[in-house]
């Protein structure tokens, strides 16, 4: 998704369809750091691409590890054998303590043995996430970790040669983040080949089915690490890695929980299917299922789907001990607010630890949405809301914070409710390229929403004022949908002159403009099978638009074609009569000016740059011949909205045009006050 400052849910109404989920963040990882620590070169399928495995690719590459990527998506990966290929270098991790705990581990006991030093640095918040257990516990055992800042946290420098001591077992707490333990479950076994090692784990292991996942993956790559409960591992001498051939990645299962949960919310119709993860799920957070069902979802499940429908209406409150899914029970922290009980979450220690204090997060958030939210140091209750407030929500660059706050959307289906359906923005919504890049797409491809509901930015204004590349500007930095009016009328006047139609016959052309199998692909315009992209810039065709448009028939033809690009999560609508006639309800209208002479000097600039002759003079009595004409139609002269935004762009670049509109826009209705 495009780096946009906010994104402005409109209420949603219901869901239908299905999803197909991206991989697990918590197995890419897993996986691309043993396939380049193994021996030989390790087929990856189904690789999460994000933000936290792009980071890991990044470190791999740079400590030798060969990286291909076939034809068909697979990624190769060549490992480096448990042998060092570089004595230092940098690494910057981002925000990914998957990657930041198990390269800092394994870098720390490869340095030790074979000798050289590498920083490890991420994001401001990586510098606040502690990390002093793991540091603690490979001191400990001899190796030689400075942090380069506050003691306990990242920056840190991994050197060596030292000499490690692994006739005690090494300790770690597991009452902080099972993050540690996976790192040295999967760091270990690269200095376990003259003797076992043991791990012992000291308090309550918390996330154990994330070390399950760890144990399941360090078996394929051929280590089998023996278990005493959860308390005692033991690393066999001899362990070698060694690559399996081909890894293939399920989905992500807390990813998948906001789907399930949206199917309990608003698949009243027909489930909602979600494919990737299921009842052969190695993640344990697929038993987000079973929260989801005490609240009174209905689930079908299969090995690698899930079918979920509304059940329970309202949702049940529960009480839930939630170590077991740490990260997918934040989503039931807003299935919440649609409950009909409170409902308290517990054993959520880890949260305060992760990308951001997710339990202070969601209590602000939950609250400005006007919930009653208490809190503690390892519990969170919330209360079922009635009385729903717009709300801005801040995500602390955290991805699922955005994902969770956008089930709040669907607050107009609320039983009982006392205020009508209200907004919600998101801000920083970006945030999700952690985990689930295209989120918000897929959101939108299951969500269901009013047409009147979703938000309409109309920028209307004469020829040649630079409507379109405003629009364009504009609806990619808030992700919305384009519709260029203009370009309909171009084509419809184009493809009645091909069809030997009198543009002077209005029902003649109305018929054609009908019947347009007009679609558009990766910036080009094409009429069946035909590109006309280049046809449509002409300025011949320009003027058969103006044409076509003046008859009242062909604009009631391509009336409801227009009103059908009304798509989540919005339209930015580009023309001469959007704001008007199209949609006159548009909280934002923009009318678009420039002086005639600043439009022909920029045309002529275009034209010349194209190689095509063009006299300035010429063009500025086209345009004023032009603007004369749609000024004076009969059907839909031109002429700003009454509640338009005036803007003349003849002394202002593309960029300040779009900064002004999107300033206008944060402004507008319900988060006036919320940016």
């Known amino acids: 998704m495009y780096k946009i400052p906010f994104l402005d849910l409109p209420p949603l109404r219901s869901a239908a369809g299905t999803v197909r989920l991206p991989g697990s963040k918590s197995i890419s990882n897993r996986v691309l750091l043993l396939a380049g620590l193994s021996e030989g070169t390790t087929e990856v399928h189904d690789l999460l691409d994000s933000d936290d495995t792009a980071v890991m690719l990044d470190s791999l ?18 490992g480096i054998g448990g042998q060092l290929k570089v ?10 303590g998957t990657a930041m705990r198990p390269l800092t581990a394994a870098l720390a006991l490869l340095a030790a043995t074979q000798g050289g030093s590498f920083e490890l640095s991420g994001v401001a918040r990586m510098h606040e996430r502690p990390i002093g257990d793991l540091v603690d516990a490979l001191r400990a055992r001899g190796c030689q970790i400075e942090c380069l800042g506050q ?9 060596g040669p030292s000499a490690l001591d692994f006739s005690a077992p090494v300790q770690v707490r597991g009452d902080v983040s099972s993050q540690f333990l996976t790192a040295l479950l999967l760091a270990l076994p690269l200095v376990a080949q003259q003797q076992p090692i043991v791990i012992e784990v000291l308090g309550e292991l918390i996330s154990k089915p994330y070390i399950h996942i760890t144990l399941e993956l360090l078996k394929r790559f051929g280590i089998a690490v023996e278990r005493e409960g959860w308390q005692r591992f033991t690393i066999p001498a001899g362990s070698r890695y060694r690559s399996p051939g081909a890894v ?27 494919e990737g993860v299921g009842s052969a799920s190695l993640q344990g957070d697929v038993r987000f299922v079973e929260a989801a069902q005490a609240m009174g979802a209905r689930v079908e499940a299969g090995p690698n789907w899930l079918e979920v429908r509304r059940g329970s209406w309202p949702l049940r409150g529960i009480e839930l001990d939630c170590n077991h899914i740490p990260d997918a029970a934040m989503t039931l922290a ?69 994902m969770c706050f956008s089930l709040a959307a669907f607050n107009g289906l609320v039983v009982g409710k006392t205020t009508p359906s209200v907004p919600v923005r998101i801000l920083e919504p970006h945030c999700v390229a952690k985990t689930f890049p295209d989120y918000f797409e897929t959101l939108f491809s299951v969500a269901k929403a009013r047409s009147k509901d979703i938000p309409v930015i109309c920028i209307d204004g004469p020829t040649a004022s630079g409507k379109g590349t ?33 543009l002077d016959d209005g029902q003649a052309v109305a018929a054609i403009a009908a019947r347009l199998d007009l679609h558009f692909s990766r910036g080009r315009v094409l009429l069946g099978d035909d590109d006309i992209t280049d046809a449509l810039r002409l300025e011949t065709t320009g003027l ?21 690009y009304r798509r989540l999560p919005g339209l930015v609508a580009d023309g001469r009569d959007m704001g008007t006639a199209i949609f006159p309800d548009a909280p934002l209208k923009v009318f678009l000016t420039a002086s005639a002479a600043t439009r022909a000097e920029r045309r002529y600039k275009q034209l010349i740059s194209k190689g095509i002759s063009a006299s300035i003079a010429g063009l500025r009595q086209d345009l004023e011949a032009r603007d004369l004409q749609d000024k004076s139609r009969k059907a839909s002269p031109l002429a700003p909205a009454a509640d338009a935004r005036e803007l003349d762009n003849s002394a202002l670049s593309i960029e300040e045009s779009k900064d002004l509109v999107l300033d206008w826009w944060a402004q507008a209705g319900s988060f006036a006050d919320q940016r």
Not at 87 to 96: C, Y
Not at 334 to 358: C, F
Not at 544 to 564: G, P, T
Request: charged content about 20%; proline content about 3%.
């Open 61 to 78: 590459k740079a400590l030798g590890c060969r990286l291909e990527t076939s034809d068909h998506g697979v990624l190769q990966v060549t």
């Open 544 to 564: 058969l638009a103006s044409k076509v448009a003046a008859h009242s028939e062909v604009r009631h033809a391509l009336h409801q074609l227009q009103l059908d």
């Open 248 to 274: 293939h990645v399920e989905g992500d299962a807390s990813s998948a929980s906001y789907f399930v949960a949206l199917g309990a919310l608003a698949a009243t119709e027909a489930p909602l299917r979600i």
């Open 87 to 96: 004595d230092a270098a940098q690494l910057f991790l981002g925000n990914a």
């Open 334 to 402: 807003v299935m919440a607010l649609y409950a009909d009980s409170p409902t308290t979450l517990r054993n959520i220690a880890s949260w305060r630890v992760k990308e951001t204090d997710r339990i202070a997060a969601m209590a602000t958030e939950l609250r400005k949405l006007g919930a009653t939210v208490e809190e503690g140091p390892d519990w969170l209750r919330v209360q079922p809301l009635q009385s729903w407030q717009a709300a801005a929500i801040h995500t602390y660059d955290d991805h699922r914070v955005a």
């Open 151 to 159: 003691e306990g946290y990242p920056p840190l420098r991994l050197s």
């Open 470 to 502: 405003l629009a364009d500007e504009v609806a990619q930095a808030l992700g919305y949908v384009v519709l260029d009016s203009g370009m309909l009328y171009r084509a419809s006047g184009l493809a009645a002159q091909r069809a030997g139609a009198d």
